[in-house]
């Protein structure tokens, strides 16, 4: 509690404006703090393939401001229709598959268009 006091009081609002001031400060008061820290925090977030799914605890949803919730929500829900996007995604290509699609029928597929868009442009110009 010491040190939230000692950093507050110096820094003002900066610290919660700003993570990488906050980071900067921790770091400046125990060069070995930010690794624990890290790896603490890594459990409240979800890591699937490139994204990362913010995970909070219920006990802190019930400290947050009105502004804070809503913004938490919105996170959550750009991340799940992100994942919804992939899953769409795979589960096409999984249908293709089954359908005997392979990955040089797309290849083929858009060598031809391109090929019909160059000869379409090459008669436009004509």
């Known amino acids: 509690m010491k040190l939230a006091k000692v950093i507050g ?24 703090l930010p690794q624990p820290l890290g790896e603490e925090l890594r459990k409240f977030t979800t890591k699937e393939g490139d994204l990362e799914i913010p995970t909070i605890p219920k006990v802190s949803l019930a400290y947050m401001t009105d502004q804070q919730l809503e ?15 992939r899953l769409r995604e795979a589960e096409s290509e999984q249908d293709k598959r089954r359908a005997g699609w392979t990955p040089s029928d797309d290849t083929w597929d858009q060598w ?4 019909q868009e160059a000869k379409e442009a090459r008669e436009a110009g004509d």
């Open 112 to 115: 031809v268009q391109e090929a």
């Open 71 to 85: 913004d938490a929500v919105e996170r959550i829900e750009s991340t799940r229709q992100a994942l919804l996007r």
């Open 9 to 32: 009081s110096r820094m003002h609002q900066k610290l919660s404006e700003d993570p990488e001031v906050t980071a900067l400060a921790l770091a400046l008061y125990d060069p070995h």
